[in-house]
């Protein structure tokens, strides 16, 4: 959630909107084999949950077609179920093919008629590919050699880095200019692909100069090289849930993983489920999570921690954004993550809770 505004879009991962808008009325249209008189629901994805705009019913031989109700440039799904998914970024006015498999259509999927959706697909699909590959070939060695098994793990989770490093970078040279290539961001390292991220803000301002979501991203690069990986962690020393002091220098040793959030913030709370799996399983002697709140009101602060059941520490100066966490670590929308390693070095920022999971995997690994 945003200073000034209470929809964020975190545009250079994964969500993407323009506000652009149109008259002309496109279509979604196409064929699933396997998908004879199936719902088909077309879903936007926004800070507030999911809204689905319209929905039809294939035919007895798969065939569909939708209208295209688009007014600005977003991020949609198009599904059948929970497992049957397809990611899309529409614009008014669009004709949109889409042929596939629904007993594998996030692999089998095509899609003509949008350069965004097409991009989308490659880097979705590429991703699975690669995972897919990687676990028969772990699953295959650990039959042969189980005691061997997580040797070969750490061997593949490298190689499984490296590569998707390369596709999201390939992917992004090609297609600077197309806002999809903010969703491939996240799989950049932030201390090595400075260039190539200032590369894609120069590219999208230049197409969409003063649009408020390709501003954001400006933002973040220009934050990400103001106090980048590498850089030493300012120090945040608040009063915890009981009123007791809580530094992060208490935790040099560790990595630490510091979540900035707030009891007010939607997005925060609903980011807070995943954040108890991470801390479950990655719980260790060299991890340890805490939160800064940027609440201004106790008693909410308090209730939001119980009802979330957050098992970390807590702090907070109870200034909201006047907190001067804030301007130390130039946040300017929440949730905000920061993972520090254990010297009090920046490892990363500003990563959702799944590409947490990748780089707490990738450090622990690492120093172990």
């Avoid at 964020?8 to 084999?33: E, P, Q, R, W």
């Avoid at 989770?157 to 490093?165: F, W």
């Amino acid at each position: 959630m945003r200073k000034t505004t209470s929809l964020l879009l975190a545009v250079f991962i994964s969500v993407i909107m323009i506000g652009c808008t149109s008259s002309n009325t496109g279509s979604i249209s196409g064929k699933l084999s396997h998908a004879a008189n199936r719902t088909l629901e077309l879903v936007r994805v926004t800070e507030e949950g999911e809204m689905v705009l319209d929905s039809t019913s294939t035919d007895h031989d798969g065939n569909f077609s939708i209208p295209n109700p688009v007014k600005e440039t977003d991020y949609y799904l198009l599904r059948t179920g929970p497992e049957s998914i397809i990611y899309l970024i529409l614009s008014g006015g669009e004709n949109i093919l889409i042929s596939g498999d629904l007993n594998m259509l996030g692999d089998s999927y095509t899609v003509t008629g949008s350069t965004e959706c097409e991009f989308i697909r490659s880097l979705h699909q590429g991703e699975r590919k690669l995972t897919d590959s990687l676990n028969k070939v772990f699953n295959s060695f650990r039959s042969v050699d189980p005691y061997q098994a997580d040797s070969m793990g750490r061997v593949l989770e490298y190689h499984y880095s490296v590569s998707i490093h390369r596709l999201a970078t390939e992917l992004i040279r090609s297609n600077p200019s197309l806002l999809a290539s903010l969703s491939a961001t996240k799989f950049l390292d932030q201390a090595s692909d400075i260039p190539l991220l200032e590369l894609l803000a120069d590219s999208l301002n230049k197409r969409y100069n003063g649009n408020r979501y390709v501003e954001d991203y400006l933002t973040f690069v220009k934050d990400l090289k103001s106090l980048p990986p590498g850089a030493t962690a300012p120090d945040i020393t608040l009063n915890g849930l009981d009123g007791k002091k809580i530094s992060i220098a208490d935790y040099r040793g560790k990595y630490l993983l510091i979540e900035f959030w707030a009891s007010w913030c939607q997005p925060c709370r609903r980011a807070n489920p995943d954040l108890r799996r991470l801390y479950a399983k990655y719980k260790c002697d060299r991890l340890e999570f805490i939160g800064v709140a940027l609440d201004d009101n106790m008693d909410s602060w308090k209730k939001a921690v119980k009802l979330d059941a957050l098992p970390w520490p807590q702090m907070s100066e109870l200034k909201k954004w006047d907190s001067k966490c804030v301007a130390d670590y130039k946040i300017s929308a929440i949730p905000f993550s920061i993972l520090i390693d254990p010297e009090g070095k920046i490892v990363a920022k500003g990563l959702r809770p799944e590409d947490l999971d990748m780089k707490i995997q990738e450090v622990l690994r690492k120093n172990s």
